[in-house]
């Protein structure tokens, strides 16, 4: 074999290894490419979710829970909780979690509450969120945020501090009252409202407990007047009964001398008749002379 025959067989061989593995190449990538179209074909929803399904960026239908096929590259898939979950008041990741307000006598206040808060899961309502705000975090950066904090301040600014604080209940159902009707015409089921707590100023609690003090020493003061007003009109109708009682005391003893002044005016004899129911029957021991016995009228 000569060096041009050597040359052809070794061009041959290489030919055929290049050609190899471009097949091999070719499997390769077809493999990859139809596991991946395998893989993008099809999609999951959870429960608790609504699946969006567009082609191209645009609307196709809502996924119920489940299972379902789309075409790969050409179709995409966002979900949409439609969980109850509740509203967070800070703005920033950063800020402080409570509403800051001002009620009706100008006092600042953080208020700690909880709005709970979900999606309808029906395809009208889905599709409406998507085409509107673009997700249920825009929906809510968008309406439910701002019409919960317009309906706590409302109702808290109609209230002085002390009101609030007294009338927490009466104001739990105020703020759920205003703020079904803001949110009212807009896709929310709203869920409880509960306020937890109410904190305001350092220097406007001072000034409560100052005059919570002042009260409580007003009234333990009035207490003390009341109850000396009380000994005073106790002490005063016990000396109008003792009065009273001697008076009664000296009429009944003036009207017994009297019947008895005039029992012996009317009877003479009466005076001896006394002299004998207290005589001991005992004559005495000695006589003045001349003097009669007792008891005898020597006239």
Partial sequence: MNYDEMRQLEAERTERLISFGKKIAMGVVGGFFLTMTACGSF??????????????????????PGFHFKFPFIDGVSHISIRATPIEWKLQPDADSRMASYSKDQQPAHIALTVTW????????????????GSRE???????????????????GSYDAVSVIQQRAKFNVEVAEA???????????????QVQD???????????????????EVQKREQQKQTAQID??????????AAQQTRLNGEAEAAAIKARADALASNAKLVDLTAVEKWNGVL????????????????
């Avoid at 000034?207 to 409580?216: C, S």
């Avoid at 005073?232 to 009964?241: L, S």
């Fill in 43 to 64: 999609y999951s929803v959870e429960q608790g979710e609504r699946g969006i399904h567009t082609r191209t960026g645009a609307l196709v239908g809502v996924s119920q």
């Fill in 118 to 133: 979900s999606l309808p899961g029906d395809e009208k309502t889905m599709g409406d969120i998507f085409t509107t705000y």
């Fill in 138 to 156: 825009g929906f809510y950066r968008a309406v439910v945020l701002p019409k919960s904090v317009e309906a706590v301040k409302g109702v808290f």
């Fill in 179 to 193: 703020l079904a009707k803001l949110l009212e015409g807009y896709p929310v089921n709203l869920g409880g409202v």
């Fill in 198 to 216: 109410i904190e305001f100023s350092d220097a406007y609690e001072d000034a409560v407990e100052a005059r919570m003090t002042a009260q409580v």
């Fill in 232 to 241: 005073a009109d106790i002490a005063v109708i016990k000396a109008e009964a």
């Fill in 284 to 299: 005495p021991s000695t006589m003045v002379p001349g003097s009669a016995m007792p008891f005898i009228n020597v006239k």
